[in-house]
């Protein structure tokens, strides 16, 4: 069941890193066509700090769930790997745990604050592009955010209790794999 969950979210993530390479890319194009305007003919693209602020914040927000679902982020182990594979387990269960509430707390309060933006009417300083569709498309990507960050409690959960199932000290493999 989880297999399949991921399978369908990896797509999904992929889909999505794909539509962040596309942001990155028109950025590219956009910063080039101004200075190229603004050096040759005198007359640069209105707005471009706005479409590049606009563009890197869908860009890095489509990017997030796949960077955590590759587990392409940081991860500050140097300290924990000298701890025991049992404590190792319950410290990757906490931080998930606190990560997925913050990032949820997070999603939550990106839709609320999308919700606001819209009845007021919030656009960008310079084009003028209403900033709510951003909004919501971020608060979208932390909860995808979340979604990743589920499946790997429910994944060190296994291992956890595969772990404690072996008293033995026996080392985890994989989902639910024990080897001696």
């Known amino acids: 069941m989880i297999a399949s969950i991921h399978g369908v979210l990896k797509k999904l993530f992929n ?27 005198g007359n640069p693209i209105t707005g471009t700090l706005d479409y590049v602020c606009l563009l890197s914040l869908m860009g890095i927000g489509l990017a997030l ?5 590759n587990d392409g982020n940081i991860a500050m182990s140097i300290i924990t790997d000298r701890f025991p594979l049992k404590l190792q387990q319950i410290l990757d269960i906490v931080i998930c745990l606190i990560s ?41 990507c932390f909860l995808c955010l979340c979604l990743v960050l589920l499946l790997k409690l429910f994944s060190s959960v296994a291992g956890a209790v595969t772990l404690f199932r072996h008293p033995s000290g026996d080392s985890v493999q994989g989902e639910g794999e024990v080897s001696k």
């Open 15 to 41: 889909f999505t890193d794909f539509l962040a390479g596309l942001c990155f890319f028109a950025i590219m194009v956009l910063v080039l066509a101004n200075i190229i305007l603004r050096n040759v003919f």
């Open 65 to 69: 769930a796949n960077c955590a679902m």
């Open 100 to 140: 997925l509430s913050f990032w949820a707390l997070v999603g939550w309060r990106m839709c609320i604050y999308g919700i606001t933006s819209k009845s007021l009417a919030r656009v960008s300083p310079t084009a003028m592009v209403p900033l709510y569709p951003f909004i919501f498309l971020l608060a979208f």
